[in-house]
């Protein structure tokens, strides 16, 4: 087994809580910690406060630290609160016309489908398909099947194109099930057909390189893969797309919004180009002294590195739980997925015949044994980052073997 990327020693993680769960919330490092910290002694005394130095380069530095984490140029980043902010900035300011459609896979997380349901009063449908035989969601979420390891889930999605589908919104690797979409080969298809990809990405970034080249835009917030604390994420956007989308009307959206040497009054300025454009304002600087820390944690292995870490851990557990009665066929099944490049950084074990009684039950056993995991729409969630160990494998092992032969 390799040594983790990530030192242990940069969180505040004590050795009995094992966190499994950055799918949820990720645990910040301490030098995020200390950046807020710095951050919030400079607003004590505001004279102290740079206006090139503070309020424009570090928004700056930030933009270029995110784009290095998804292999991408600083130009195409915006800095945005959440996800969800993201993609509505993307839904309100594309040009649709009545009768276009958007298409999204059975299942995505409220971020990913409100956005665009809201575009009804304007003529938008949003349709859902779903990515395998048995998938089910909503209400009868905890009855739907698992993903199978043979499954083409793409051409399940290429083939529901219709005429008047305009965008295709999805997450590239999936809340509940974990799977991991091909996003190289939906963005040639849907380039191909004149259809814009957008990607929620939150659930990747920080674990996993996404690849970009045929993708209109890719969002996520910082605060769980990425480790830094809620309140600020980014927006990549492919420059064709977003010169397509209704600038969001800051002040800091137009050529010369920081020049005041020039009458702030002169209006008379063109839109920026570059992802400022659709920017909601002033960023957050508190948030972007964290997330340029955090960011920078990742890089200094590099994001390659914790994904090839992540596999081995995963491949590790998978293996232990093979000869385990309740969880071996989900075993089997998460490896051929592993194999296939199915999976981000979270395993999802679907619950079986387990009811949603029994694997809360399940999560309080781990609890008691300083094991933090999530169950989500009917499995069970452990998702591993840079940080983790062999020895964490070993503990979440004892721990399902423990849980009982039911499934």
Known sequence: MSVPPLNPGLFHLDPFHLWVMHCSEGPVPRSVVKGVRDWL??????????????????????????????HAQPEDISLTPTTSSALVTLAQGYPWRAGDEVLAPLGEFPSNVYPWKALEARGVSFREVPLWEGQRAGARAWESS??????????RILKALGLRTRMVV????????GLKLNLARLGEACTERGVHLVVDGIQGAGTAIPELQHVSA?????????????????????PAFRSLLTPTGTWLSVEGGT????????????WVEDGRRLEPGVP????????RESLNVLLSPGVNAIAGHVRQLQDHLLGALRTCPGWREEAYRLRDLLERDRLGSILSFHCGERSPETM?????????????????????RI???????????SRIAEWLRASGTAS
């Open 146 to 155: 698992p993903p199978p390891s043979d499954g083409d889930f793409e051409a």
């Open 360 to 380: 809360q039950e399940l999560l309080t056993q781990g609890m008691n044994r300083g094991i933090f995991a999530s169950v989500r729409e009917g499995y069970l």
């Open 284 to 291: 957050n600087l508190m948030g972007c002294a964290g997330l």
């Open 170 to 177: 999805l997450s590239w690797v999936r809340f509940q099930d």
């Open 218 to 238: 890719f969002a996520s917030g910082g605060h769980k893969g990425l480790l830094a604390p809620q309140g600020l994420g980014f927006l990549w956007t492919q």
């Open 383 to 393: 998702a591993f980052h840079g940080w983790h160990e062999e020895g964490d494998i």
């Open 41 to 70: 002694h400079k607003e004590l005394w505001p004279w102290e406060v740079q206006w090139q130095e503070d309020a424009l380069a570090l928004p700056a530095e930030v933009r270029q630290t995110a784009a290095a984490v998804i």
């Open 259 to 270: 020049e005041f040497a020039r009458a702030s009054t002169d209006h008379d300025r063109a």
